[in-house]
């Protein structure tokens, strides 16, 4: 591939997010959605222009960092203490509940293996993979609906990342079953190290922004520093703690979000998300998907494993939800707003193909559970919040 080639594959990317997303508004869908499909129809499984590069895939990556620093600039922290504890619990829930059901289906389809066979440790993996969220798209959603920073909204937010942390933590464990040089306990001691490390700097730069904040107010030199802070927290996470790149960006925008001009930072984010990175990390999902080599029983068991997937993550988080006091309806939002699946499931899964803990024929399930609620979820959501007020 020649190097000027990015460029067309950038602008057919750009341009078919963009007809696609406004397609996608006019039938009242949020925008997301044809962003995603635009990624299906331009990708190898129908018309074949663009082929996921690595390139394109560093994008999607910078793309979905953005995404969430500018959830994280703006989330009411006070919200963000409030609804804590119940985002815990709804995303344990949100963790057990899918890693039960994924076990379930792929022993019932496949049948069951004893314990300690290949057969039960991919079980087992297909229950991990069904326990990732991807808080992103919802994100994206309720900021389209306006609704990010309510209540509902911010437990989903806190919930979502939350369940990332245990989902990375659930798969260094079952990685660990089978592979005795994986040690679980220094995944949750990174992990709670990591949140300690941010408490200590979250703390130190929130006054250095402050300070830059009523010195230079308004100044062009705040948020390129905020977005410095964003990617090195982003690369702290994954390189010295093992956490999710995307949850250091979200810490980077927590730090930030209640100083007197986190609305103009997330004003200057917004402009390159919006233009660019954004469409590229959405359309980016359509572009891995190549449904060719889908045979009839994998796609049986592909179709149960979506359902399962979904409805797993709504009766859990839904029902935990409802536990924690919140009326039928803000439950069922919780619920709906975890089922989408991202990133994270992809980062899992390819962990799962390197230690052979899954074939790769399930990769194409993983692919197609990711389209399938990423387009389900945005408009789910957008009919769930109609007529309702906070």
């Given amino acids: 591939m020649e190097t000027y ?17 406004l397609l996608a508004r006019k039938i009242n869908t949020p925008m997301v959605a044809g962003e995603i499909v635009a990624g299906l129809v331009i990708g190898p499984s129908i018309l074949g222009l663009v082929n996921q590069t690595d390139f394109i895939s560093q994008m999607a990556e910078i793309g979905v960092i953005l995404l969430m620093f500018e959830a994280g600039l703006g989330t009411n922290l006070r919200d963000l203490v409030k609804t804590g504890p119940k985002a815990v619990l709804i995303a344990c829930a949100g963790v057990f509940i899918p890693l039960l059901g994924g076990f379930l289906v792929y ?9 300690g066979t290949d057969g039960f440790y991919e079980a087992l993996f297909i229950g991990v993979i069904m326990t990732a969220t991807s808080v992103s798209i919802t994100v994206e959603t309720l900021r389209e609906l306006g609704k990010l920073k309510g209540i509902v909204g ?3 937010l806190s919930a979502a990342i939350v369940d990332d942390i245990i989902g990375i933590i659930v798969l260094t464990f079952v990685i660990g079953f089978k592979n005795s040089t994986v040690k679980p306990y220094e995944v949750v001691a990174n992990t709670g190290l990591f949140f300690l490390f941010s408490g200590i700097v ?44 995307i949850t250091g960006a979200f810490v980077a925008g927590i730090i930030l979000c209640s100083i007197k001009d986190s609305e103009y930072i997330a004003e200057k984010m917004d402009v390159s998300s919006y233009m660019f990175f954004g469409p590229i990390f959405f359309a980016s999902i359509g572009l891995k998907t190549d449904i060719d080599g889908i045979s009839n029983t994998l796609l049986i068991f ?17 029902l935990m939800a409802k536990l924690c006091r919140f009326k039928n309806k803000e439950a069922l939002i919780i619920g ?5 699946r991202g990133e994270v499931a992809l980062i899992v899964s390819q962990k799962g193909l390197a230690v052979g803990m899954i074939q790769s024929i399930f990769f194409t399930s993983v692919i197609l559970l990711i389209i399938v609620s990423s387009l389900i979820t945005p408009i789910a959501m957008k009919l769930l919040y109609k007529n309702y007020t906070e």
């Fill in 107 to 115: 022993s019932g389809y496949y049948g069951f293996d004893a314990v």
């Fill in 336 to 340: 709906v707003g975890m089922m989408t």
């Fill in 302 to 318: 592909t179709i149960i494993f979506i359902v399962a997937a979904l409805v797993t993550k709504i009766i859990g988080c839904g």
């Fill in 5 to 21: 080639d990015i460029f067309k594959d950038l602008a057919i990317i750009i341009i078919a997010a963009k007809v696609f997303g």
């Fill in 202 to 245: 979250g703390v130190l730069f929130y006054f250095v922004f402050r300070y830059l904040d009523k010195r230079n107010p308004h100044s062009r030199r705040i948020p390129i520093f905020g977005l410095a802070l964003c990617f090195s927290l982003a690369y702290i996470a994954e390189k010295y703690f093992g956490i999710a790149d």
């Fill in 154 to 156: 911010t437990t989903i």
